[in-house]
């Protein structure tokens, strides 16, 4: 089967680099499928997860926390603020952030950025999200 080329790349440093049968994304308006020779295209990410389809259909899964993603006839490229494998999510620490987050939401004399503790609340959900996908498919408790 055909593969395509992917780069997961944070501020920090690369995730992610290897060929893949498939990609799937968190685009704001929708999770995106990429196969090779898929159409050109850039778009900006929602926090979430990607997952890349590998030759044989193991899947590795990444978290992301937005970001863009660019597709070329050849590459996909993810580049996001914080990325990381799946797996090194932390659990408690998400809980704990959307459980803030949630906090200063509700909060109504708190003096707050409520556009940053939606964001903070967004990522953190989607952290968790990503935790229990990955607990599905692994059978991993």
Do not use: C, W
Not at 105 to 131: G, M, V
Not at 133 to 141: C, V
């Amino acid at each position: 089967m055909a593969t395509i080329h992917v780069d997961i790349v944070s501020a920090e440093r690369e995730i992610f680099s290897g060929e893949a049968e498939m990609v799937f994304a968190p685009a704001i308006l929708g999770e995106l499928g990429i196969a090779p020779g898929h159409t050109p295209l850039i778009t900006q990410l929602a926090p979430g997860e990607v997952r890349v389809r590998q030759a044989g259909g193991s899947e590795e899964d990444f978290y992301v926390s937005g970001g863009m993603l660019e597709v070329q006839p050849k590459v996909v490229t993810v580049l996001s603020d914080t990325a990381m494998r799946a797996e090194d999510l932390d659990e408690a620490g998400a809980l704990k952030a959307k459980e803030e987050a949630e906090r200063q939401l509700h909060d109504h004399e708190a003096d707050l950025d409520y556009a940053t503790a939606l964001a903070k609340n967004a990522e953190a959900a989607a952290q968790l999200q990503a935790i229990q996908r990955l607990r599905k498919r692994t059978g991993r408790s």
